[in-house]
């Protein structure tokens, strides 16, 4: 489905597909120059264009950009340390630190409308109610071309994740759905028994795409031998991320690009072109990059650069 | 002295290519070509990682590359000081002339010069003195602030690191090299004898801490260059917060790394920085 009255991709501020090279790519009703975006909470584009300027949207890397996540209320984040140098990757406990909804839309909406891609707005509520609210609340922004539902929280009452249980998720899907008719991503979690069960879930609910792998659940005790030893991140646990997650993503992205119909985004450990093809040959209509990001702010053009040289040599994808 | 304004920097990490690396005591002076980097103002950093074997350690790591201070820079050339206290900064101790270097930067948020008629007192701890280099020549090079050195040290090879600045007054945990004791005792004297001045610091967290308490204490203004773990540098992996005054969090790499005293109620001990 398109973005509904005037906010579909050709209202975008600033909005641009260039097809001419064949590497476009139709995504629930936007026109995306490439297939390459970023995973949600891995490139804070406001403070991105402190510290590289105007440089940063001459050369955006992203063919749409997703942002951090969003909640109803402001939050602060997690104490330190907030990281972890895993084996080939990273354990993040960052706490979704953010502005709230009112200050997402007050102070950063109008920075972000100036990019030169689709902004997909990505939210997160602790209940059914808060996830209809934020959504509903996105729908009347012309500003925003999509919006991705955060799924990876922990219901109040059982403590399992809300996107873990496809029965939930259905209900919460149902309800954004209700709330919207821009597209709707869902970022699934890997931390379920049956991820290809809540993919199914999140269709019937009315999404329109789903994305995966979110990060892993991960933890790291403190180095200081001898004691009592104590878990690292001031959050306890964290997300693992980074190559390490890479062939968890691609088994995950195959089976669940198996099980829906609807297009699947793919994200998992890419650090370069052959990685992302990888996903979009397991199913993926879209690769995002995240942790490698952090290494080089310049990933996502590497990476569509990348997939458009493969394209052409014949080494790529099908072309049809 | 007017405001220091950093240029952006390039939006991709760059390959340099490593001119030498020189012993400086128990450190290393790292000198790479560095022709197209904008002009770094004095506190800004670099994320740094070898072109080749980053990653594949024990425990397979580095994987992030590493904030490093900008020490020094002259004509196409940047320079780094380096220490080796884990996996990153062990692999960038064995670079060798010729090797590759991958930077992003300049980042972050430096120094501010002194206000008017205000003498500018460095008060560097460890690897820490290294963007002491660079500001001291700045400040020189406006010659308009008188400037003072305090460096202090663990021992004697880590004391031959004060080489890196010259008119350095020097103290060490051990006695080996100058005054033995704690810096902070230096810098007592120092604002005794003459209170008009802004202190610029960079050291180990309990270091900057007491040098912030001292500074709150006799209302002399200082600016804090912080060390935090941080994936990204640029704002992206929000891994480097430290709380400030009021509640909330600074982000080290974008609202730091140097931050001005009266934005903490204390400097926290730096947990989690990739070393």
Same mark, same amino acid.
Not at chain 1, 121 to 143: H, I, K, W, Y
Not at chain 2, 232 to 258: E, M, T
């Given at each position: 489905?398109?973005?509904?009255?005037?906010?579909?991709?050709?209202?975008?501020?600033?909005?641009?597909?260039?097809?001419?090279?064949?590497?476009?790519?139709?995504?629930?009703?936007?026109?995306?120059?490439?297939?390459?975006?970023?995973?949600?909470?891995?490139?804070?584009?406001?403070?991105?264009?402190?510290?590289?300027? +105007?440089?940063?949207?001459?050369?955006?890397?992203?063919?749409?950009?997703?942002?951090?996540?969003?909640?109803?209320?402001?939050?602060?984040?997690?104490?330190?340390?907030?990281?972890?140098?895993?084996?080939?990757?990273?354990?993040?406990?960052?706490?979704?630190?953010?502005?709230?909804?009112?200050?997402?839309?007050?102070?950063?909406?109008?920075?972000?409308?100036?990019?030169?891609?689709?902004?997909?707005?990505?939210?997160?509520?602790?209940?059914?109610?808060?996830?209809?609210?934020?959504?509903?609340?996105?729908?009347?922004?012309?500003?925003?071309?999509?919006?991705?539902?955060?799924?990876?929280? +922990?219901?109040?009452?059982?403590?399992?994740?809300?996107?873990?249980?496809?029965?939930?998720?259905?209900?919460?899907?149902?309800?954004?759905?209700?709330?919207?008719?821009? +597209?709707?991503?869902?970022?699934?979690?890997?931390?379920?028994?049956?991820?290809?069960?809540?993919?199914?879930?999140?269709?019937?609910?009315?999404?329109?795409?789903?994305?995966?792998?979110?990060?892993?659940?991960?933890?790291?005790?403190?180095?200081?031998?001898?004691?009592?030893?104590?878990?690292?991140?001031?959050?306890?646990?964290?997300?693992?991320?980074?190559?390490?997650?890479?062939?968890?993503?691609?088994?995950?992205?195959?089976?669940?690009?198996?099980?829906?119909?609807? +297009?699947?985004?793919?994200?998992?450990?890419?650090?370069?072109?052959?990685?992302?093809?990888?996903?979009?040959?397991?199913?993926?209509?879209?690769?995002?990059?995240?942790?490698?990001?952090?290494?080089?702010?310049?990933?996502?053009?590497?990476?569509?650069?990348?997939?458009?040289?493969?394209?052409?040599?014949?080494?790529?994808?099908?072309?049809? | 002295?007017?405001?220091?304004?950093?240029?952006?920097?390039?939006?991709?990490?760059?390959?340099?290519?490593?001119?030498?690396?020189?012993?400086?005591?128990?450190? =290393?002076?790292?000198?790479?070509?560095?022709? *197209?980097?904008? !002009?770094?103002?004095?506190?800004?950093?670099?994320?740094?990682?070898?072109?080749?074997?980053?990653?594949?350690? !024990?425990?397979?790591?580095?994987?992030?590359?590493?904030?490093?201070?900008?020490?020094? =820079?002259?004509?196409?050339?940047?320079?780094?000081?380096? *220490?080796?206290?884990?996996?990153?900064?062990?692999?960038?101790?064995?670079?060798? !002339?010729?090797?590759?270097?991958?930077?992003?930067?300049?980042?972050?948020?430096?120094?501010? @010069?002194?206000?008017?008629?205000?003498?500018?007192?460095?008060?560097?701890?460890?690897?820490?003195?290294?963007?002491?280099?660079?500001?001291?020549?700045?400040?020189?090079? *406006?010659?308009?602030?008188?400037?003072?050195?305090?460096?202090?040290? $663990?021992?004697?090879? =880590?004391?031959?690191?004060?080489?890196?600045?010259?008119?350095?007054?020097?103290?060490?945990?051990?006695?080996?090299?100058?005054?033995?004791?704690?810096?902070?005792?230096?810098?007592?004297?120092?604002?005794?004898?003459?209170?008009?001045? !802004?202190?610029?610091?960079?050291? @180990?967290?309990?270091?900057? *801490?007491?040098?912030?308490?001292?500074?709150?204490? $006799?209302?002399?203004?200082?600016?804090?260059?912080?060390?935090?773990?941080?994936?990204?540098?640029?704002?992206?992996?929000?891994?480097?917060?430290?709380?400030?005054?009021?509640?909330?969090?600074?982000?080290?790499?974008?609202?730091?790394?140097?931050?001005?005293?009266?934005?903490?109620? $204390?400097?926290?001990?730096?947990?989690?920085? @990739?070393?």
């Amino acid at each position: 489905m398109s973005g509904g009255e005037g906010a579909g991709p050709g209202a975008v501020p600033g909005g641009r597909a260039d097809h001419d090279d064949g590497d476009g790519v139709e995504f629930c009703g936007l026109s995306l120059a490439h297939p390459v975006i970023n995973g949600s909470g891995t490139f804070d584009a406001i403070a991105a264009r402190r510290a590289f300027g +105007p440089a940063l949207e001459r050369d955006f890397p992203f063919a749409a950009y997703v942002s951090k996540t969003i909640t109803l209320a402001a939050r602060e984040g997690n104490p330190a340390p907030r990281l972890w140098e895993a084996p080939g990757g990273l354990i993040n406990s960052i706490g979704l630190p953010n502005k709230g909804l009112d200050g997402y839309i007050a102070e950063d909406l109008a920075q972000l409308a100036e990019l030169p891609v689709p902004l997909i707005t990505n939210v997160m509520g602790f209940t059914v109610e808060e996830f209809s609210a934020l959504v509903g609340a996105c729908d009347q922004r012309p500003e925003i071309a999509a919006i991705e539902l955060n799924v990876s929280c +922990p219901n109040v009452k059982t403590g399992l994740d809300i996107g873990a249980d496809p029965q939930q998720l259905a209900q919460v899907v149902g309800a954004c759905r209700a709330s919207t008719r821009k +597209p709707l991503i869902v970022k699934l979690t890997p931390n379920a028994a049956n991820v290809p069960a809540c993919a199914a879930a999140a269709q019937d609910g009315g999404a329109d795409a789903v994305s995966l792998i979110n990060t892993l659940r991960a933890m790291a005790l403190s180095p200081q031998a001898g004691g009592e030893r104590r878990p690292w991140l001031g959050g306890g646990t964290g997300g693992l991320s980074g190559p390490a997650i890479r062939a968890v993503a691609l088994a995950q992205v195959a089976a669940v690009a198996a099980r829906v119909s609807i +297009p699947v985004v793919g994200m998992g450990g890419v650090q370069r072109a052959s990685h992302a093809r990888d996903l979009i040959d397991a199913g993926a209509t879209l690769v995002a990059v995240g942790t490698e990001t952090f290494r080089d702010p310049a990933t996502g053009a590497r990476v569509a650069a990348g997939l458009r040289a493969l394209r052409r040599t014949g080494e790529g994808f099908p072309t049809a | 002295m007017s405001e220091w304004r950093a240029a952006p920097a390039p939006f991709a990490r760059r390959l340099l290519t490593v001119l030498d690396i020189d012993e400086l005591g128990a450190y =290393r002076v790292l000198r790479v070509a560095d022709v *197209e980097t904008p !002009e770094p103002r004095p506190g800004q950093f670099a994320m740094l990682a070898t072109a080749e074997r980053w990653g594949g350690g !024990e425990d397979e790591r580095p994987y992030l590359p590493r904030a490093c201070s900008i020490a020094r =820079r002259r004509i196409g050339e940047s320079h780094f000081l380096l *220490e080796d206290v884990g996996p990153g900064t062990r692999r960038l101790c064995e670079l060798r !002339e010729g090797d590759g270097l991958w930077a992003l930067g300049p980042l972050g948020r430096g120094f501010q @010069p002194p206000r008017p008629r205000h003498r500018a007192i460095l008060v560097g701890g460890g690897v820490g003195i290294a963007p002491l280099a660079i500001l001291q020549d700045a400040l020189e090079a *406006e010659a308009a602030t008188d400037v003072t050195v305090l460096l202090g040290f $663990r021992d004697g090879a =880590r004391a031959q690191g004060a080489a890196l600045l010259h008119g350095a007054r020097v103290a060490t945990d051990d006695g080996s090299v100058g005054h033995h004791g704690l810096l902070t005792e230096l810098l007592s004297q120092e604002l005794y004898r003459d209170s008009r001045a !802004e202190v610029y610091a960079c050291g @180990p967290a309990p270091m900057l *801490e007491a040098v912030r308490a001292m500074c709150a204490t $006799r209302d002399v203004p200082a600016q804090l260059a912080l060390e935090a773990g941080m994936a990204c540098g640029f704002g992206a992996c929000y891994g480097c917060a430290v709380p400030k005054r009021g509640g909330g969090y600074l982000r080290v790499c974008v609202d730091g790394p140097v931050i001005d005293a009266g934005e903490l109620d $204390r400097v926290c001990e730096h947990a989690g920085a @990739p070393s």
